[in-house]
């Protein structure tokens, strides 16, 4: 799996997230929104994602 760092308003696991990936056969996670700026509030904000999935 290809990780491609961003700038976002949280700390991001990157590791912990591609091992998740690779168990559920997820080739392609996306963030956007609010995580991706400044007024991200965690306590309040949710985090738009969309993902790809392979073959099992």
Do not use: N
């Not at 956007?32 to 965690?42: R, Y």
């Amino acid at each position: 799996m290809t990780i491609i760092p961003t700038t976002t308003a949280v700390d991001i696991p990157y590791q912990q997230i591609a091992a998740f990936c690779e168990k559920h056969h997820i080739v392609r996670l996306w963030l956007f929104g609010s995580v991706l700026g400044d007024d991200f509030h965690p306590d309040s904000d949710c985090v738009a994602r969309s993902i790809k999935r392979g073959l099992p």
